[in-house]
C-alpha cells in the first residue's frame, strides 16, 4: 500500500476526531516532513484535510471523485476492484481497459474516470457521457469462454448493475435486453462489451458500463435520465458508493456465472427485464432488422421473438428498440 | 509508387537485356546521380544489377526474400496484398496484423516475414518457425459476421492454403479440421486466428499462416514436413510465387465466402478433408476434450463426431489428433 493510502486508512479509522502528526509520522517511519508534504498531496487531489497547531489534522471531506483509494476503502471483493486505475478524464475507459489487458492486466481489474470525451456505445456508434455526475468504467474479465458466449457476459454486467441500482438508490432500474439499464422506460445507463479472441476461447473480455448518476437533466441526451433524477433526490448520490456496492454485486454474479454457467441468472435477468411482452425491433450486426414480440428468454440468455410473420427466432445478441 | 518500385518495374519488363541508365533517369525525371543510389539501395536489399559502361544496368538475380516489391509485382488482386508490410524478422505476424488492424488498416493487408522469432499457435502455445525457408503471414480481415462465425474464416484460409500448395508445389496437400495443413499426415502448416469484436459482430479477424515451404529436416519439428521434401525437389521453391498464388486464390474464396456465405465452400472443404472417417480426439478451448469417429462436415463448417458414447456432436472449432 502507498503511504498516501495508508495516511487515508488512519484518517478514515479515527473518524471524527484529529491525528497527531507526529504519531503518524512515527507508525509509517517518515518525518514530520515528509508527512506534510503527503497531506500537501492529498489536499491536490481534492481531500479537505484541516491542520490545527497541538492537535494535529483531521479529514474534513473526501473529494467527489471516483478515486481508487477511496473506492478500495472497505470493499468487499477478492477479484473485482483489487485492481483500480483511475483517470480524471479519459476517452473511452473500454480502451484504455484494452490496452491494459494487452499488457496482461489482471482479472478484476478495473479502469475508471470521472468524465469520457469520447464515450463509445455499441457498434461504433457514441455513448454520451455527459460531463461528470456519471460513474464510467471498464472490467478486464478473463473467463473461461469462447466468443460466442460473450453475450452473457453483458447479461452479467447488466444483471449485476441493475441489482446495485435498485439496493442504492430505491429505484425500479430495469433491463432492456441486452445492453440498456432503464427506469420507466428512459435510458440511464448502458454497456458496451468488447473482446479479443481465437475461434474457440477468449484471451479476455472487456465490459464497459456508463450509468447517469447525479448527472443534471439538462446535460442528458433525449430518452435519457439519471438516477438522482428518477429518485427525486435533492442532493447528490455518492459515486463512490454505487461503485462499491456495484463491485461486490458483480463479482458474487460473475462466480456463479463461471461456477453454475449461465442458467443460475436466467431467473434474475427475467425478473429485471422490462423486454418481455413488448413489441419490439431487433438489429444485429450491421446487418438486419427483425420487427415482432419479445416472448422470452432462454437459458443462455438470449432473447426469443414471435416474428410479424409468426416465425419464432432467438436473438443472442442484438440491438432492441421499443415499438410505440 | 515508389521511386525502387518503378525502376524494378523497368527492369522486369526489359527481361534480359541492358536498361540505358539515361533513359531510366529521364522517365523517373531523376538524376543518374540519383538513379545509381535507388541502384545501390536496391543491391542492399539483394537484388544483384550488373552494371556495365555503354550499356547499362541489368537485373540478374531478384533476392529470395518475402519482399512486398517482389510480391506485388503482376499480382492479380483487388483486396489481398495490396498493402504488404514486409519484416525481415519479427516476433509474431499475428501480433504486428493486430497492431495494425487496432490502427485501422485496411481490409486484405498483409503482414509477411522472413522469420518468426516468436510464432503463435493455437490456445497460447508456440508454433515452430524454423529460420528462413518459410511463409510467416498474416492477413488483416473485416468481414461483416459475427464471432461465432469467424471459425469460418479459419476455414476458408486452409481451403484457399490447400488449393494454393496443390497448385505451386504438385503435391497432395490436405487440411485437418480446422486449421492444419497436412502431407502425407505430417504437419507442413498451421493457421491462428484471432479477432476483436463485440459480441455480434467483429472488428476484425486476423488469420496468420505458416507453411514450412524450403525448410531443410533437420529444422523440422517432430511430426512436421516441408513441401520440399515432399516433392522431392531438389532445388527450392520460390516462396514468393507462392504466396501470389495464395493471394489470389484466397482473395476468390474469401468473395465467395462474402458473398454466398460458407455453404459456396463446404463441398471443397470436404474434398480436402484428412479427418472423415478417422478416430479422432477434439479438445475445445482449455477446457474438454472428447473421443469419437468423425463422421461429417456441416454447412457451417464444424465437425460432426460421432462420440465413443454413441452421442453425436457438432464442433465449430477445436484441436484435432488423430487416433492411432
Chains 1, 2 share one sequence.
Not at 481497459?97 to 499488457?103: N, P, Q, R, T
Not at 457498434?123 to 464510467?136: E, F, Q
Not at 484471451?203 to 435519457?224: D, H, M, Q, S, Y
Request: aromatic share 8%; with cysteine.
Amino acid at each position: 500500500m502507498e503511504k498516501n493510502d495508508k495516511i487515508l486508512e488512519l484518517f478514515k479509522e479515527q473518524k471524527d476526531s484529529y491525528l497527531s502528526g507526529e504519531e503518524v509520522s512515527q507508525s509509517l517511519g517518515i518525518t514530520r516532513q515528509a508527512l506534510w508534504k503527503h497531506i500537501e498531496k492529498l489536499r491536490d487531489t481534492g481531500y479537505i484535510i484541516e491542520a490545527v497547531p497541538h492537535l494535529g489534522y483531521k479529514l474534513m471531506r473526501a473529494p467527489d471523485k471516483m478515486l481508487a483509494s477511496e473506492i478500495k476503502w472497505n470493499l468487499k471483493t477478492k477479484i473485482i476492484g483489487k485492481e483500480i486505475h483511475f483517470y480524471e478524464s479519459v476517452g473511452s475507459t473500454n480502451n484504455i481497459a484494452y490496452e491494459l489487458a494487452e499488457k496482461g492486466a489482471s482479472e478484476g481489474s478495473v479502469v475508471i474516470a470521472d468524465e469520457q470525451t469520447k464515450g463509445k456505445g455499441r457498434l461504433g456508434r457514441t455513448w454520451v457521457s455527459p460531463g461528470k455526475g456519471g460513474i464510467y468504467l471498464s472490467f478486464i474479465l478473463r473467463p473461461d469462454i469462447s466468443p460466442n458466449e460473450v453475450p452473457m457476459i453483458t447479461l452479467v454486467v447488466a444483471v449485476s448493475a441493475v441489482r446495485a441500482i435498485r439496493k442504492f438508490a430505491q429505484v425500479e432500474a430495469l433491463i432492456r435486453w441486452p445492453n440498456d439499464i432503464m427506469i420507466s422506460d428512459k435510458k440511464t445507463g448502458g454497456i458496451l462489451t468488447e473482446l479479443k479472441g481465437e475461434p474457440d476461447r477468449v484471451n479476455f473480455v472487456i465490459p464497459g458500463i456508463g450509468i447517469n448518476v447525479n448527472t443534471p437533466k439538462g446535460a442528458l441526451p433525449e430518452g435519457g435520465t439519471s438516477l438522482k433524477e428518477e429518485s427525486k433526490s435533492s442532493s447528490d448520490f455518492k459515486r463512490v458508493e454505487l461503485a462499491k456496492i456495484f463491485f461486490e454485486i458483480l463479482e458474487e454474479e460473475y462466480i456463479k456465472f463461471k461456477e453454475k454457467g449461465f442458467r443460475a441468472l436466467e431467473s434474475e435477468l427475467k425478473s429485471y427485464s422490462c423486454t418481455l411482452g413488448r413489441d419490439v425491433s431487433v438489429t444485429t450486426g450491421a446487418k438486419k432488422k427483425f420487427h415482432g414480440k419479445a416472448v422470452d428468454i432462454t437459458e443462455n440468455g438470449g432473447l426469443r421473438v414471435k416474428l410479424d410473420d409468426g416465425e419464432e427466432k432467438v436473438f443472442l445478441s442484438g440491438d432492441v428498440r421499443f415499438m410505440r
